[in-house]
């Protein structure tokens, strides 16, 4: 039997899985502050192109799978030899944006799959403050994620108006980096 003391743990639990789930570091980020929050075409623009750009660094990041040294699958090797040369191209034309846009200066952020953690000073907002944050959350693609916030506090926004898609694409991504943080963080222990 589901009780509201039972619902709001759940959801309480939730959040804090939610918030310990992050990418944390020292990332390049650039804002604008707006009066209002975005309008629905803006937010289904803004919906579109961070979904792509997730699913750009999934494909990115997925690792290729190894062939049977035994067998003779002609399809499986011209499917890596297209896979390589695409692999190519992006690197080629991910170094060529790179070289004609300068990224914003790093700062010390945290974020989760419900909102974005900064270093005092990196963003001035007041709360109440809609903003549009560009995020460079991934080296091998140069386009930055755009993240619509809502000040809270001077160091904290929300994300609102992100589709169940981008919102779920953001949990993947956001899980796969947790996950390799804490990889990275075991390997060094035994190492050391």
Known sequence: KLTRETIMTD????????EA???SGQLPLSY???????????????NERNLML???????EVQRYISDA????????????????VDLLLSLMNQLLSQHNELPQP????????????????????VGDYLVVDLHVHNAVAMPLR????AI??????????????????????FRQHRRAIAVSRQARSDA
């Open 21 to 23: 789930i992050s990418l």
């Open 54 to 60: 997730l699913n750009a660094i999934e494909v990115a």
């Open 153 to 174: 506090n001077s160091e904290r926004g929300e994300l609102y108006g992100l589709s169940s898609l981008t919102q779920n694409a953001l949990d993947k991504f956001l």
């Open 11 to 18: 959801t309480m639990n939730d959040e804090a899985l939610h």
């Open 107 to 126: 700062s010390t952020v945290s974020l989760s799959a419900m909102a974005l953690n900064w270093q005092s000073g990196a963003i001035k907002a007041s």
């Open 147 to 150: 993240l619509p916030l809502r």
């Open 70 to 85: 035994d067998s003779d699958d002609g399809v499986q090797v011209e499917l890596l030899r297209l896979e390589a040369k």
């Open 32 to 46: 604008s502050t707006y009066s209002q929050a975005l309008s629905e075409a803006e937010l289904l623009n803004l």
